[in-house]
């Protein structure tokens, strides 16, 4: 329990303590296992993209005639597929910014 201002000054931050900061490192043996789970990662946003475009255009193309709405949709998807795209391409050196 605090009993006088003393003891709240103890619990305050100060400036003359050095707060270690290590660089990021892999636990031993498992360095390689999760590049291998990232490239996975990366591989089905690949794939889901290519999907998600494929989806787009159909709907585009189904929706020409008749169901604008439908047509409206698929094109409304398309920025969101590339921006989905686009965060996963650039992820790793966003990342990297922070640990520079």
Same mark, same amino acid.
């Given at each position: 329990?605090?009993?006088? !201002? =003393?003891d709240l000054a103890r619990l305050l931050p100060r400036a003359d303590v050095d707060v270690p900061d290590p660089p990021p490192e892999p636990p031993p043996g498992l360095d390689q296992k999760m590049e291998t789970l990232l490239a996975w990662g990366k591989w089905g946003v690949l794939i889901c993209g290519v999907a998600g475009l494929f989806i787009c255009a159909g709907q585009m %193309? &189904? /929706?020409r005639? =008749?169901?604008?709405?439908?047509?409206?949709? /698929? %094109?409304? /998807? &398309?920025?969101?597929?590339?921006? /989905? !795209?686009s965060l996963a391409a650039t992820a790793a050196p966003i990342v990297g910014v922070f640990f520079e």
């Open positions: 329990m605090l009993t006088s !201002l =003393n %193309a &189904i /929706g005639k =008749n169901r604008s709405t439908f047509a409206a949709d /698929g %094109a409304t /998807g &398309i920025p969101w597929v590339l921006g /989905g !795209l």
